[in-house]
């Protein structure tokens, strides 16, 4: 069993997302932020699951969806804020916005806007792992349309050749943008395409983070120990439509989103504790009032900082501090 005070943490962490998300969304929608913002209601439970069986020490590479991933990982809310909102507190210093969030103290490797792009960033984190003897692992998140393309392929083939130690992770929420996985894959699992790379393939409810907690700790474990890489696929659901400003119920049916909803992983974790006696309702408000305490800090933080100055564009682009070519 896992412990209690860890799973009371876990949820902490899945309703500090679900907050900072819903933020995000009404920020969004007030005009205090620019470019796009991909929120990940609905898919906490896959974040928290797999970087609550990691190491402090070990790596990340997240999506265009990542706030969620690094909030797992550990990430200041402050700082996140900031940088979703363009001001110069932010972790790059409000120039990479919502999609290029990255802490390499805490293994943060970078999100990024590219389909798969996270993935051979994840496979070479891992074969510099293995070649150091450092036993760090890297947790390598995206989504299902990702695997369609060739980095998958190229670096799955590569992690399993070369047994890295690496834990790929489909959060598997049914649509590539708009469209079905149903339209774009002839296979229901994603999980069986490690079957072509040799490495276990395994498939669990993503809305249980007790489920995926299980699942990564045992990926985790077997890299960690030099067994190589596995292809861990979560079934999900964004509540919402791709990005803000698009609801998502165009191509969606009604239904479809409803069972969805009522699967969500906070109310069923809530539940979980409450039944098991390792929570009372009132510990679950308290949480969330913490939660809430928290993120209205980090929002008027964020409001109360500088933007960017105009002459400082070019700066912080290349490594070494070298300036522009």
């Known amino acids: 069993m896992v412990d209690p005070e860890f799973q009371v943490e876990m949820l902490r962490k899945m309703m500090l997302i679900r907050g900072f998300e ?5 920020l969004y929608a007030s005009g205090y932020m620019a470019g796009l913002a991909h929120l990940y209601i609905g898919e906490e439970a896959v974040a928290v699951g797999v970087c609550s069986a990691l190491d402090q020490t070990d790596f990340i590479t ?34 990479g916005g919502s999609m ?50 060739g980095t998958f392929h190229e670096s799955l083939n590569m992690a399993g050749l070369w047994k890295l130690p690496v834990v790929y992770v489909c959060e598997n929420n049914l649509y ?24 276990p393939g395994v498939t669990v ?31 999900t659901y964004r509540h919402g439509g791709h990005h803000c400003g698009e609801p998502g119920t165009a191509y969606r049916p009604q239904d479809e989103i409803a069972a969805w909803k009522n699967a969500d992983p906070i109310t069923r974790m809530v539940d979980r504790l409450i039944s098991s006696g390792i929570l009372e309702p009132k510990d679950v408000r308290e949480i969330q009032g913490a939660v809430d305490s928290l993120l209205l800090e980090a929002v008027e933080y964020a409001k109360g900082s500088p933007l960017p100055a105009p002459e400082e564009a070019l700066e912080d682009l290349y490594s070494g501090g070298q300036g522009v070519l």
């Not at 819903?22 to 009404?26: G, I, L, S």
């Not at 996985?181 to 999980?191: F, N, Y």
């Not at 489920?211 to 292809?231: F, M, N, Q």
């Open 62 to 95: 997240s999506t265009h969806r990542g706030h969620g991933h690094c909030i797992a990982k550990g990430g200041d809310v402050r700082k996140m804020m900031a940088e979703v909102m363009g001001r110069s507190t932010g972790y790059c210093k409000g120039k």
């Open 205 to 235: 409810d993503g809305n249980d983070v007790l489920a995926v907690y299980d699942a990564a700790k045992e990926a985790v474990e077997r890299a960690r120990s030099g067994g190589g890489p596995t292809l861990l696929e979560c079934k």
């Open 176 to 199: 590539g943008i708009s469209v079905s996985q149903t339209r774009h894959q002839a296979i229901k699992d994603v999980a069986v395409r490690a079957s072509s790379y040799g490495m």
């Open 100 to 149: 290029h969030i990255f802490d390499v103290k805490l293994g943060i490797l970078g999100a990024n806007g590219i389909v798969a792009g996270g993935i051979p960033m994840a496979t070479g984190a891992a074969l510099a792992s293995k070649l150091k003897g450092s036993r760090q692992v890297t947790a390598c998140f995206f989504g299902d349309g990702a695997t369609n393309q």
């Open 22 to 26: 819903e933020r995000v969304r009404d």
